[in-house]
């Protein structure tokens, strides 16, 4: 069990609220700030509760570990031809059967990503809402979203399971939630907005790039998320490494694609504004990690730069 290595994993979630905080005024920061806290503790105890359970109630028929033996309760829709497509867990409320190593080891590592999946769509409501839509948005995210579509993914569920019921290769693979964080926070940060501040007109001026109002914060955030990303990614209890595993080409290829996506930023933002601007060079950063989650141990360099 690598304690240290599930310790720095949580610089994911970390680095996520830095480079919020560093593109928002002061004003806003603040209350982004207790936003982000307020997140933090609600997703943890709802995870507790039941969000653990709705991933890996069923993580048992995966693994097939005796140490995981409790977790072995899922429902599925009915399949006449004999194939599993299990939609959600049913076992591991308030960790019940989950309390052994193997158990508290899968428990740690996923709260990093339940937490960076929560923040993604709060801090992007900070300041327009108030606290309460806040902390019902980290309720609906870490209880049934996050859970359910990470069992779908990485606990036999049927998205995973493509490949053997309908013969498409190896089914859905996602090596560090591409998906089931990223892109489902991206999603609900977008409806958020859509929702809550789709009623105010844009000029010229909302077009502009929002300035770094403390852009070494947002700057060491993104490096702290990187971090992040390969401690979690060197740690994960699903893929231990092995011959068959190239961790080494995972992390490679998430350091080439936040590095191309920064260069591509930053042309991006000397193009619209004469000037190189360091928010859309951290977020360009972030990108990049986003961008080889789906795929970094198992795709070439090329294909990580070309993304």
């Known amino acids: 069990m690598n304690l240290p290595g599930m310790i720095l994993a949580f610089l994911l979630p970390v680095g996520v609220m830095m480079v919020s ?10 209350r982004a700030a207790s936003a982000g806290l307020l997140t933090l503790a609600v997703s943890v105890l709802t995870y507790v509760v039941a969000g653990f359970a709705f991933q890996f109630g069923g993580i048992w028929h995966v693994t097939h570990l005796d140490t995981l033996r409790a977790l072995d309760q899922v429902w599925s829709l009915p399949d006449s031809t004999g194939g599993a497509w299990n939609v959600l867990g049913l076992a591991g409320f ?9 158990g508290l080891m899968l ?3 996923q709260l990093p990503l339940v937490m960076t999946a929560t923040l993604i769509p709060v801090l992007a409501l900070a300041g327009r809402v108030n606290n309460l839509v806040l902390a ?9 979203v996050f859970p359910l579509t990470g069992h779908w993914v990485w606990s036999g569920g049927w998205l995973a399971a493509l490949g053997e019921n309908l013969s498409l290769g190896h089914g859905y693979v996602d090596w560090a939630g ?3 964080v990223y892109v489902v ?3 609900l940060a977008l409806v958020g907005l859509s929702v809550f501040a789709g009623q105010h007109t844009f000029s010229n001026e ?22 992040g990303w390969m401690a979690w990614t060197a740690t994960d209890p699903f893929h231990p490494a092995s011959a ?12 080439l694609a936040a590095s191309a996506a920064t260069l591509v930023a930053q042309l991006y933002s000397w193009a619209v504004t004469s000037h190189v601007d360091p928010l859309m060079a951290t977020r360009g950063w972030l990108a990049g990690w986003v961008v080889a989650s789906a795929t970094a141990p198992f795709s070439a360099t090329w294909s990580a730069l070309a993304l």
Request: aromatic share 4%.
């Open 107 to 109: 428990f740690l590592h």
């Open 94 to 102: 308030m960790l019940a059967g989950a309390l052994g190593p193997d």
């Open 178 to 180: 591409a998906g089931p």
């Open 185 to 187: 926070g991206g999603l």
């Open 206 to 227: 909302a077009l502009r790039l929002p300035e770094a109002h403390l852009p070494l914060l947002a700057m060491v955030g993104g490096i702290l998320f990187s971090l």
């Open 244 to 255: 068959s595993l190239n961790l080494p080409l995972a992390m490679a290829n998430g350091l």
């Open 136 to 144: 019902l948005t980290s309720l609906a995210v870490a209880l049934v």
């Open 21 to 30: 905080w560093g593109g928002l005024p002061p004003e806003q920061s603040r």
